[in-house]
């Protein structure tokens, strides 16, 4: 198959992506890998979609670093969506929000006219619209969510901030990675109409009930097609430690990884939001877990699977992309 991955920025990709390790599997297996950065997506005079891509050379690698590093040097090329059988959609919108607006919504909106087309669109852009910021939570059951307020007013924050035992979450409804999320308690309450106004400032704020489980980091559990991913009976999931004094566990942020293990209260979460995550056509995503609430759900480029891998000595990676060739065997495209 030919499969296309759509990312922000190539030169901007890292060894440790878990697309890297994606794209270097399919290209193990001998499909035909490209990439694509966002702002290379174009529209043809013909009608179809297309993008100035790079061609992964038909060559052997040793390594994560050596496949990225020879990507990232061969010539972009003007290829259609034609020829492509996956275009799999693993930019991540917020990390453009700031310095290229207009980058944002590129990806998906390319996508919707690369599925009409014919082309299997991974995960799907109608159902990544819908997702594309924090709202999506709302949109599941509410015993596995944390309470919650959305808005741009700083008076419901400080009520809920009230009714909430001073003591809450605040962050952007649009955002990834853990950028500008804040714990606020009676210390630094001074501060709470100034964090709100700047979080304001590029739309609405979430303020989220504080969930004391938190002290012990969060769950990232990954979900292909609702259900989640295993092999040989372990799950892909990793238990992400914040450092001493920080409430982010990202590891970009300085959070330190280790394996987790499936229990009752994370089946219970994967069986409340598993049926519209498949109806929303969300092929891969990765959940953020904290106790037996889900508190982020990653549909654009969840990562981490890499560590996953490591940690359980199962290649989950080999997983996806075996679900993705049944995909290419069994798509039959939308009249």
């Known amino acids: 198959m030919t499969i296309t991955f759509v990312v922000n920025q190539v030169r901007k990709e890292s060894a440790g992506f878990t697309t890297t390790a994606l794209a270097l599997e399919a290209h ?10 966002v702002g290379d997506l174009v529209y043809l005079p013909d009608g179809s979609v ?43 919108p917020a990390v453009d929000m700031e310095k290229r607006p207009w980058a944002q919504d590129a990806g998906v ?3 919707q006219l690369v599925g009409q087309q014919g082309t299997l669109v991974l995960n799907n852009p109608d159902g ?5 910021n924090k709202m999506y939570l709302q949109y599941f059951p509410e015993q ?7 808005t741009r007013s700083i008076a419901d924050v400080q009520a809920f901030y009230r009714d909430q035992n001073h003591r809450i979450i605040l962050k952007p409804l649009k955002g990834s990675g853990g950028k500008n999320v804040f714990l606020i308690d009676k210390k630094d309450n001074k501060n709470l109409k100034q964090i709100v106004e700047a979080i304001c400032r590029d739309g609405f704020a979430i303020a989220q009930e504080y969930l004391p489980a938190a002290k012990k980091g969060d769950i990232r559990l990954f979900l292909m097609d609702g259900e989640p991913l295993t092999k040989n009976g372990k799950v892909a999931a990793i238990q992400r430690v914040q450092q001493a004094g920080e409430i982010r566990s990202n590891i970009h942020q300085g959070g330190t990884a280790k394996p987790a293990n499936m229990n009752k209260a994370m089946q219970g979460i994967v069986e409340a939001v598993g ?61």
């Open 275 to 335: 049926p519209l995550l498949r109806k929303d056509g969300m092929f891969l995503v990765g959940l953020d877990l904290v106790g037996d609430k889900l508190m982020e759900i990653n549909v654009f480029s969840p990562g981490g699977l890499i560590h996953a891998n490591e940690f359980h000595q199962e290649d989950f990676i080999e997983e996806v992309i075996t679900a993705v060739e049944q995909k290419v065997k069994n798509y039959v495209p939308n009249p």
């Open 109 to 111: 909106l390319y996508g």
């Open 144 to 150: 596995v969510r944390p309470q919650t307020v959305i």
């Open 50 to 92: 297309g993008g100035h891509c790079r061609k992964m050379p038909d060559r052997e690698f040793r390594s994560l670093r050596t496949f990225l590093e020879a990507i990232v040097e061969v010539e972009k090329k003007l290829v259609s969506a034609v020829k492509w059988d996956v275009m799999w959609l693993r930019n991540d």
């Open 128 to 132: 990544l619209i819908k997702a594309s």
């Open 28 to 37: 193990k297996r001998g499909h035909t890998v490209y990439y694509v950065g």
